[in-house]
């Protein structure tokens, strides 16, 4: 078993890379309709800021779980010929993430006045009247979104990659639909495409689930020691999972108080920054992770730390170029793929500026994920919440104290140094923990 680790991992990997790859190049379709149709105007940042919240929500009370915790345990489970017990499990935590966003969405609901003054202080009041309505209907997405990532998160311990894969591309051809409904909606196209590209993330897992090990039932085992498990080592990751949700939200907030469409130029340039992180950071990490999850379970140090170095050096091999050429080259894809229609020479070089320093984090920012899911993989979820609220403070306190000084450049900047902290930070414990296995 051991023997063809590496090659299942490598299998991953490569199916990971390729749809996401594949979920990007729908990405710039949709983020070349929207320049074209938009601009970098205040509609833009007013869509960009409505997910703020929904994504929040989602990130803080679902995906905390089942990145960190539940996937570990039901590996575990399933592995450990205890399939009974995972399905229980797994039945329970799917449950219960759809009750808790439920009820956490309507509260967001009701106090989404207060929550959009607190997110775009630099909007005026027909704008944030707009915002209340644009966020209160983005509110829907995190119901369809809560079930994708229990189905998704259990693929993922089974080691079936391609459906995993294949939302994030299902998701761009809804919102791509509802780009098209411009016309018709304006900027609420948008957002009843995000909807729909929600509930089209869920279909390709959902199918994938019906063919798997899992079976359902409407079951929730409150007093499962499993379940109290994922419940124990979820609550610190609830803190330091949506760091980069925190992170964003800090950003936009800086960000409506400069210069019209900076919101829009940033979340424009970091689509383009996260391309590499997520075809090799992210895919990587993601691939590796059940392995790692088996060899800690195992004890076993020496399998371990071979699968985790392979993963670091194919990450550094791509992630460097990518990094060199986007700092240098950073004009070049945006006129590519955002130029022309509302976009303006003015506003490709106001993108690319953010973009070239933006591409300084990719090396940083992909190692996080890779380190991160290397102490889940050890059950320890509180060591990276510490390490990713230092980065969290590094980050938005440089931004924020030299918004002033250096403008909208202060972001990127901002954002590069915390995840170079936490790199560091993670890189340092790791070591020492690795050594208890």
């Not at 803190?239 to 964003?248: A, K, M, S, W, Y």
């Not at 997520?278 to 071979?306: Q, T, Y």
């Not at 190692?367 to 990276?384: C, Q």
Request: aromatic share 14%; proline share 5%; net charge positive.
């Amino acid at each position: 078993m051991i023997q063809k680790l590496p090659e299942k991992f490598a299998t991953g990997a490569a199916v990971l890379s390729i749809t996401t790859f594949l979920s990007y190049v729908t990405g710039l379709i949709r983020d070349r309709i929207f320049a074209h149709q938009f601009g970098l105007g205040r509609e833009l940042d007013l869509y960009n800021a409505s997910f703020i919240i929904p994504d929040l929500l989602l990130n803080i009370l679902v995906s905390s779980a089942l990145s960190a915790a539940f996937i570990p345990i039901f590996t575990s489970l399933f592995t450990g010929g205890e399939k009974e017990k995972a399905n229980e499990l797994a039945n329970t935590v799917l449950h219960g993430a759809i009750f808790i966003i439920l009820i956490s969405g309507i509260l967001a609901a009701i106090f989404m006045p207060f929550l959009a003054r607190f997110i775009a202080p630099g909007f005026s009041a027909p704008e944030l009247e707009q915002l209340v309505r644009l966020s209160r209907l983005m509110l829907i997405s995190p119901i369809f979104m809560a079930v994708s990532s229990g189905f998704g998160a259990m693929l993922i311990s089974y080691k079936t990659f391609l459906p995993y894969g294949l939302s994030p591309i299902f998701y761009n051809f809804g919102i791509i639909a509802g780009a098209f409904a411009k016309p018709w909606f304006g900027v609420y196209g948008l957002v009843l495409g995000t909807v729909l590209g929600a509930f089209l993330h869920l279909l390709p897992r959902f199918f994938a689930i019906r063919k798997s090990a899992f079976s359902y039932r409407f079951n929730i085992n409150l007093r499962d020691k499993n379940f109290l498990q994922v419940i124990k080592l979820m609550i610190p990751k609830m803190i330091g999972h949506p760091v980069e949700q925190l992170t964003f939200l800090s950003f936009t907030r800086i960000a409506t108080m400069l210069a019209a469409g900076s919101v829009t130029a940033v979340s424009f340039a970091r689509n383009f920054q996260s391309v590499p992180v997520s075809l090799f950071g992210i895919a990587f990490s993601v691939a590796i992770f059940p392995i790692l999850c088996e060899a800690a379970g195992k004890s076993d140090r020496e399998n371990f730390l071979k699968n985790f170095w392979k993963a670091l050096r194919d990450i550094l091999i791509f992630t460097l170029p990518s990094a060199f050429g986007l700092y240098f080259l950073s004009a070049l894809p945006i006129r590519i793929f955002l130029g022309g229609g509302n976009f303006s020479d003015e506003n490709i070089l106001r993108t690319a500026g953010v973009l070239s320093i933006f591409a300084l984090s990719i090396p940083t920012e992909s190692l996080v994920h890779l380190l991160a899911r290397s102490f889940y993989a050890l059950k320890n979820t509180i060591t990276p919440v510490i390490f990713s609220a230092i980065g969290l403070a590094v980050s938005v306190s440089f931004a924020s104290y030299q918004s002033k000084n250096l403008g909208i450049a202060a972001i990127p900047y901002g954002f590069f140094l915390g995840s170079a902290s936490e790199v560091i930070l993670l890189a340092i414990f790791l070591r020492r923990k690795i050594k208890e296995l």
